[in-house]
């Protein structure tokens, strides 16, 4: 069956600047994960959606970082007034409530 | 707080030389330790889930064992296709973690012809 899909794959943006990444979890997987992969930090947890609630945003950086799931599947993660250290990839995962998480492709996102 | 460590950072095996990642963790009510494969430029590999102390899963020519403190990756008789990041996670027991992730930094493996 399709895996967890992610877009846009790549995602240049100048400082100051809002950005919006997409997730498409994979069919029937009410848990949906976001994380951040950086350079020296690893894998970082960012938000936890169970359904179409966030119970878990204990990982967001910032105010400038939300995310919303609509239907209990599509889900947005969007970064307000981009600043550098933004730069990372950005990956969502879904699972079967807690069971294994199966990651997408994740997005690149650059900031100049 | 969760930790886990990972080592070596780096692991350069020949071809047929088998060898062990490890993975050290701290926490608080381990629900489960996950071993997962990363190839540049993508998205996390899942490969394994341990949920006990003594508890071994095995897939092609890597076996993952676990105990109260650590777990270990067994790689037997590598080839170069098994050249990749491997990353280590846990996921805490406790009823506020709601299941996510603490990944490790990864143990980078390059397998030589």
């Known amino acids: 069956g399709a895996g967890v899909s992610q877009s846009p794959s790549n995602k240049v943006t100048e400082k100051g600047k809002d950005v919006e990444l997409r997730c498409d979890p994979i069919?029937?997987?009410?848990?949906l994960y976001w994380y951040r992969q950086s350079l020296g930090q690893g894998l970082e947890f960012l938000i936890y959606?169970?359904?179409?609630?966030?119970?878990?945003k204990s990982g967001l950086p910032s105010d400038r970082f939300s995310a919303e799931r609509t239907g209990g599947s599509v889900s947005t993660l969007t970064i307000q007034r981009t600043q550098q250290e933004d730069s990372a990839v950005y990956l969502c995962?879904?699972?079967?409530?807690?069971?294994?998480?199966?990651f997408g492709p994740g997005t690149r996102l650059t900031v100049t | 707080e969760d930790q886990v460590t990972q080592s070596p950072e780096a692991l350069r095996l020949q071809e047929g030389e088998s060898s062990s990642l490890n993975c050290s963790y701290t926490?608080?009510?381990?629900?489960?330790l996950f071993w997962y494969r990363q190839d540049p430029g993508k998205g996390p590999e899942f490969l394994f889930t341990?949920?006990?102390a003594g508890e071994e899963k095995e897939k092609e020519r890597l076996k993952a064992t676990l105990t109260k403190k650590e777990s270990f990756l067994h790689i037997t008789a590598p080839k170069p296709e098994d050249s990749a990041t491997y990353l280590c996670?846990?996921?805490?027991?406790?009823?506020?973690?709601?299941?996510?992730?603490?990944f490790g930094q990864g143990t980078i493996l390059t397998v030589h012809p």
């Open positions: 069919s029937g997987h009410t848990a």
């Open positions: 341990l949920y006990s």
């Open positions: 959606f169970q359904g179409n609630s966030a119970p878990d």
């Open positions: 996670a846990v996921q805490h027991a406790g009823g506020t973690s709601y299941g996510k992730l603490t």
């Open positions: 995962a879904s699972s079967q409530t807690r069971s294994e998480q199966y």
């Open positions: 926490v608080s009510g381990l629900r489960g």
